[in-house]
């Protein structure tokens, strides 16, 4: 935070596959979480010159991240905040024999004249950029747009535009596909099919979602406790037992938040589309 708020350039953390339980972590949380738009400072204690004294000192953590690791992160909130690529494994032949193994001068000059073009840029075009708030990729989710606007702006040719936007385009259906496969998706998928499939009921027995996963999804261990754990802590549904029975209550409204959540095509569904 305090690097970010000294210099204003962009942030690039190597290795950061922390675990939750590192003490670290809280405090790039913060950084990373806070420092996605403008506005939104950390404020941290700072001691003062007394031996009991401290004064709150606020940090502007706004800037450009580049964020390397081996896995994204658990905290969803933090990856929805990031246009995630997933870089190949070259084999042996593929490595071109000039290609260097250790970065030596040749590439510390490199990058020196590509960070001096871009700063040329920036000081020929900050007056002249402006981010449209309300400009949309189609086809892309929310927040993929909002990450996404500034750099929309800063490309004038239309070409590179519209590459842009078929990469963000990408990027959203891989993300809805992935959110589609996870459990959470899965279970989703089962609790608005029974839902359908039994005329869409204010409650219905948590029995009947189960084994639609079971059959549908081949999860042929998942039990009720699953489920309900699945839909109350992660989806906030509520269920709730009568009569010995556990009972799921779902609305109109309610169904269509977790299928736009988790990229379940309700509609189709309904429409007796995909199985």
């Known amino acids: ?22 003490p670290m972590w809280e405090t790039y949380l913060k950084v990373l979480l806070a420092g996605y738009q403008r506005g939104f400072p950390v404020l941290r204690s700072e001691r003062g010159e007394g031996e009991n004294t401290f004064s709150v000192g606020a940090y502007d953590v706004f800037c450009p991240k580049i964020l390397s690791t081996r896995n994204r992160f658990n905290d969803e909130a933090l990856e929805s905040r990031c246009f995630s690529h997933t870089m190949p494994v ?18 510390r000059a490199d990058a020196q004249r590509i960070r001096n073009m871009l700063l040329m840029w920036r000081f020929r075009h900050y007056s002249t950029v402006f981010v449209d708030p309300t400009a949309r990729v189609v086809g892309a989710e929310a927040r993929v747009n909002q990450i996404i606007q500034p750099l929309l702006a800063c490309a004038s040719d239309p070409r590179i535009k519209e590459e842009i936007m078929k990469t963000v385009q990408e990027y959203s259906t891989s993300l809805r596909s992935e959110r589609r496969e996870s459990l959470e998706g899965q279970v989703v998928s089962a609790l608005v099919k029974t839902w359908i ?11 009947g979602v189960t084994q639609e996963l079971r059959e549908e999804h081949d999860l042929v261990t998942i039990t009720d406790r699953k489920v309900g754990d699945v839909l109350r802590r992660v989806l906030k549904v509520e269920t709730r037992p009568t009569g ?19 990229g379940v095509p309700l509609d189709d569904y309904r429409a007796g589309g995909p199985a």
């Open 1 to 22: 935070f305090r690097v970010i708020d000294g210099y204003r350039g962009t942030l690039v953390l190597d290795e950061m596959d922390f675990s939750s339980r590192n």
């Open 90 to 107: 070259l084999a042996d032949d593929e490595i071109g024999k000039n290609m260097p193994l250790v970065l030596g001068q040749q590439f």
């Open 197 to 207: 499939r039994k005329g869409a009921p204010p409650r219905m027995l948590m029995k």
């Open 244 to 262: 010995g029975m556990n009972y799921v209550y779902l609305t109109e409204g309610k169904a269509r938040e977790l299928c736009l959540q988790t």
